[in-house]
């Protein structure tokens, strides 16, 4: 094996796979963030690109852009774990690769129809392959068939290895919240006319597809990350991630009432949505902090100092953005004034980001040190101040918009709802007001921020650990 260079040679079968959602990943969090800033700008000049890129079109390929970029990491990441999890080669590798050159091109098409096809009347037709109108799920009927198939095939391949090879714990919990990945997507793909039943099955999607099972999801990659860069206790993160489950079956489902406040469902929601909303996140970070305790008690060696760096950025940009500040938006006392204002978009920034695309970054400098021949990241290496500097400023950056908007949505909620009672002549008052439009100017500038850690962090995945010819510092397994 020639380490410091990248070579298919260095991988596995699932190994190579990753890669390929590894990069389609990072090209789609490149458009996110274009396309993030495009929308910021029209923000505050509505005439820029209109009628020849508007403002929903942009929003719409920067929200939808995020929800498959995070996908595509999490399917990278789990073939990348699910070989030496399972100990034997992946389990139907071709069609593993047909369903990924399939999510791919299926992908492409959406965005391409997204981009060309902007106006026109919404139709049975225009719903199939046009696009449905749902926010965040927009993607038309047929290719919404076509990601659970992608999905099934997925489940397909991991299971299937699992069975072949041996269990675990992260195996376990992996495999069984693969199936809700699958099965709940299909909640949002009927068609309704009663608004609020829309809504319903509309908020089952988005919050138990996207904020449920996906934390379960991240949970498995944080437990196996923890253990091959630290060398953790397996007992610990799996006893961690148990509770995760727990947690989530018994707060995440219910927490889901939070979404239920204003569309007519009972009040005992109020209660229900407002406590539950905030628990997920606990246990990952308990994770994290027992394990990095844990390593400096027994000296444990890190082999990877960027992953590990990504991985405590994840557990609390993950309790921050979707804990606690989720906590704080959903209360309903609070929600009553915030709900649809900008505090939920500065809440869904921080929490997007904390929560899912810093573990798929780490996922990502795992990846480039194995395609490298396992090359060495430890301390001292050449030319970390990129790695570095990629993180504070994409850390930067996000803070810096999460705390913008949400000085923005104190004026939008104060002058909107407190004063002007929620109608529509206060919602155009509020947003032309100073301290609403310099909030919106300084999340444009610490977009650009976050813009440059992403050009940063490119430019280092592509060069880090190059000509490198140390090997990697394996981690001293815990003995506990």
Not at 380 to 406: D, E, P, Q, V
Not at 407 to 436: D, H, M, N, V
Not at 454 to 480: F, N, Q, S, Y
């Amino acid at each position: 094996m020639s380490i410091g260079t990248l070579s298919f040679s260095h991988l596995t079968t699932g190994q190579q796979l990753a890669i390929k959602y590894y990069s389609v990943a990072v090209i789609l969090f490149a458009a996110q963030v274009l396309f993030g800033l495009l929308a910021g700008l029209q923000y505050l000049r509505p005439d820029f690109l209109y009628e020849v890129l508007d403002f929903s079109v942009n929003r719409m390929v920067h929200v939808n852009a995020m929800v498959v970029w995070m996908l595509y990491g999490f399917m990278g990441a789990i073939f990348w774990l699910v070989e030496e999890e399972a100990g034997v080669e992946l389990v139907g590798a071709k069609l593993a690769n047909l369903g990924f050159w399939v999510l791919t091109a299926a992908v492409t098409v959406v965005v391409l129809v997204y981009l060309f096809v902007q106006i026109g009347p919404g139709t049975m037709e225009s719903l199939w392959f046009i696009n449905e109108g749902r926010e965040y799920i927009e993607a038309p009927r047929w290719a919404d068939i076509g990601i659970v198939i992608c999905l099934l095939i997925f489940f397909y391949n991991i299971s299937a290895t699992f069975m072949k090879g041996k269990w675990s714990g992260i195996s376990g919990v992996l495999v069984l919240d693969l199936v809700a990945v699958a099965g709940l997507y299909l909640a949002g793909m009927f068609y309704i006319t009663n608004t609020s039943v829309e809504q319903y099955w509309w908020w089952w999607v988005i919050h138990m597809w996207v904020e449920a099972t996906w934390e379960v999801l991240v949970g498995c990659i944080m437990a196996w990350g923890l253990i091959k860069t630290l060398g953790a206790s397996r007992k610990i993160v799996t006893t961690w991630l148990y509770i995760e489950v727990a947690l989530m079956l018994g707060s995440g489902i219910l927490g889901l009432g939070h979404h239920y406040f204003w569309i007519g469902t009972p009040e005992y929601w109020f209660t229900v949505g407002g406590f539950f909303s905030a628990l997920e996140p606990v246990p990952l970070v308990a994770m994290v902090v027992h394990a990095v305790y844990d390593s400096g008690v027994h000296r444990f060696k890190n082999s990877n100092h960027p992953a590990l760096a990504w991985f405590i950025a994840h557990a609390f940009g993950n309790f921050f953005g979707a804990g606690v500040f989720g906590f704080m938006h959903t209360l309903p006392q609070i929600n009553l004034y915030t709900h649809g204002s900008q505090w939920s978009s500065s809440h869904g920034h921080l929490a997007f980001f904390g929560a899912y695309a810093t573990i798929n970054i780490a996922m990502f400098y795992m990846g480039i040190q194995k395609w490298r021949g396992d090359v060495y990241m430890s301390a001292n290496i050449a030319h970390s101040w990129r790695w570095k500097w990629a993180l504070s400023l994409l850390c930067l950056g996000m803070t810096g918009m999460t705390i913008a908007l949400l000085i923005s949505g104190y004026e939008q909620s104060f002058i909107e709802r407190a004063l002007g009672g929620a109608t529509w002549a206060a919602y155009f008052e509020a947003q032309q007001t100073a301290w609403y439009v310099q909030g919106m100017v300084w999340r444009q500038i610490w977009g650009y921020v976050f813009a440059s850690g992403l050009v940063l962090l490119i430019w280092d995945l592509l060069t880090i650990g190059k000509g490198d010819t140390r090997p990697m510092l394996l981690p001293e397994p815990a003995e506990h």
